[in-house]
């Protein structure tokens, strides 16, 4: 997440062209209030990678049951929290321990580790979307905006 900037909210996650601007809304704590709704990355045709800034990176295994994976995204984000506040205090210990929580939370989720898929297709995560299997979608997906 980004620094806040003063009037403004962002959202990700939703709908794709919808923003809003809301005024004063009543609000006189934040007058001016303005909330942008940023579209969701773009998704392979097969469900398995999000792509961000050109680059693939794997989606959360679909087959979790909605309590395992409340459960993990939840550890994933005390983690990542933990990973901060390590870093800040330079404990170098702290920030290897909870950086390992991170990457075990990631595993568990699928996100990293074995693919989670059984066609026997290779894992293409963290590699730019034009040079792999998904070239010809991605370019024709850049060729819309």
């Known amino acids: 997440m980004g620094i806040p900037v003063p009037g403004t909210t962002s959202c990700t996650g939703t ?42 990176w794997r989606r959360t295994n679909p087959h979790l049951d909605a309590d395992r994976r409340e459960t993990l995204v939840a550890e994933l984000m005390q983690a990542r929290r933990a990973v901060g506040i390590a870093g800040r205090s330079g404990d170098t210990g702290a920030l290897a321990a909870a950086r390992a929580r991170v990457h075990a939370a990631k595993v568990a989720l ?20 034009r040079n792999t299997d998904y070239a010809d979608w991605y370019a024709a997906l850049e060729g819309q905006n």
């Open 15 to 56: 709908a794709p062209g919808h923003e809003a601007s809301f005024g004063n809304n009543g609000d006189q704590a934040n007058p001016g209030v303005t909330v942008t709704h940023k579209p969701p990355p773009p998704v392979t045709p097969d469900g398995r990678y999000i792509v961000v800034r050109g680059r693939l």
């Open 110 to 129: 699928g996100e990293r580790g074995p693919v989670w898929w059984s066609d026997g297709a290779p894992d293409q995560n963290r590699r730019m979307a």
